[in-house]
């Protein structure tokens, strides 16, 4: 839509996001122990995720975060599927997320958020959750480049570079997306106060303050508890706007593919400072509902 999205990240009230678009597939019926996870269904069955990021539009978001989180031209071609597919399928993550906010007929603004998730995704191994992949920041900045080059021809509102787990990766990135056109935001994966590779969230987030690519900063697939001392931070750090959508408070087993433990997330983590709130993994479009109404938006 015509309101800009990094404007309304700092102006007026704050924004909601959509909450795991995994867990909406799930609860559809859909198989995702796929290596390829939710992006396969960009090629099996893309109505499934236009429905998807309908349901979180309607249940409050004014954000959807594309299909494209594990979506990697390697990851593609361990299936079978060619550059010019893989392509095609990158570019379609952001087409599915507009026709969903088409359909969704809101007299409020809807954007879409082109993601672009860590090395360890692709991987499919937990990696994501560790950081640390052996790889040289010139190596991770190979990887990511041609997908964010993709997505952003594309024309989402913002990029989101999600679930990043160490320094090494988000200065890959911060490279990456120079030149490209479209803002991004930086959104950490967190456990306690530094990052899941162990490196102080201070010296995570001043990676970012300079960078006029990056929009916003923030944390997101971590424990609710870690988010307020997490947003008060990279605001201080940065200056710019937060963004903050934390996991259920389930834990995920990577040896398993299961989680365990019971949910945890409330809507208090909206009130820290962070102008971008949602949920990530585990959180469907009732806590989205839920954050809307704690905003005063229902």
């Given at each position: 839509?015509?309101?800009?999205?990094?404007?309304?990240?700092?102006?007026?009230?704050?924004?909601?996001?959509?909450?795991?678009?995994?867990?909406?597939?799930?609860?559809?019926?859909?198989?995702?122990?796929?290596?390829?996870?939710?992006?396969?269904?960009?090629?099996?069955?893309?109505?499934?995720?236009?429905?998807a990021h309908l349901a979180y539009y309607t249940a409050g978001a004014d954000v959807a975060i594309t299909a494209s989180y594990q979506a990697t031209f390697e990851g593609f071609a361990k299936r079978?599927?060619?550059?010019?597919?893989?392509?095609?399928?990158?570019?379609?993550?952001?087409?599915?997320?507009?026709?969903?906010?088409?359909?969704?007929?809101?007299?409020?603004?809807?954007?879409?958020?082109?993601?672009?998730?860590?090395?360890?995704?692709?991987?499919?191994?937990?990696?994501?959750?560790?950081?640390?992949?052996?790889?040289?920041?010139?190596?991770?900045?190979?990887?990511?480049?041609?997908?964010?080059?993709?997505?952003?021809?594309?024309?989402?509102?913002?990029?989101?570079?999600?679930?990043?787990?160490?320094?090494?990766?988000?200065?890959?990135?911060?490279?990456?997306?120079?030149?490209?056109?479209?803002?991004?935001?930086?959104?950490?994966?967190?456990?306690?106060d530094r990052t899941r590779a162990g490196q102080p969230l201070e010296d995570a987030f001043a990676l970012a303050a300079d960078a006029d690519e990056i929009t916003a900063v923030g944390v997101n697939?971590?424990?609710?508890?870690?988010?307020?001392?997490?947003?008060?931070?990279?605001?201080?750090?940065?200056?710019?706007?937060?963004?903050?959508?934390?996991?259920?408070?389930?834990?995920?087993?990577?040896?398993?593919?299961?989680?365990?433990?019971?949910?945890?997330?409330?809507?208090?983590?909206?009130?820290?400072?962070?102008?971008?709130v949602g949920g990530c993994c585990r959180v469907g479009p009732e806590t989205i509902t839920a954050i809307a109404h704690a905003l005063g938006r229902t």
């Open positions: 839509m015509s309101t800009d999205l990094a404007t309304a990240l700092t102006e007026g009230p704050p924004l909601i996001l959509d909450g795991g678009l995994s867990n909406q597939l799930a609860s559809a019926g859909h198989d995702l122990s796929d290596e390829l996870w939710s992006a396969r269904l960009l090629a099996e069955a893309p109505e499934a995720i236009t429905e079978g599927i060619d550059r010019a597919e893989a392509a095609r399928l990158l570019t379609s993550s952001v087409e599915l997320a507009r026709e969903a906010a088409r359909r969704a007929e809101a007299t409020r603004p809807l954007w879409v958020a082109a993601s672009a998730g860590p090395y360890g995704a692709m991987l499919a191994d937990g990696s994501e959750y560790r950081g640390r992949y052996g790889l040289t920041r010139t190596e991770l900045e190979r990887f990511h480049r041609p997908r964010l080059e993709v997505l952003a021809e594309a024309a989402p509102d913002i990029l989101a570079l999600e679930t990043i787990p160490d320094t090494d990766e988000a200065e890959a990135l911060l490279h990456a997306v120079r030149g490209l056109g479209i803002p991004a935001w930086l959104s950490y994966t967190i456990d306690g697939c971590c424990a609710p508890e870690d988010v307020p001392r997490a947003v008060e931070t990279a605001a201080r750090v940065t200056g710019k706007p937060v963004v903050a959508y934390p996991n259920s408070g389930e834990t995920w087993n990577a040896r398993t593919r299961s989680w365990t433990n019971a949910p945890t997330l409330t809507t208090t983590f909206t009130t820290t400072g962070a102008r971008l």
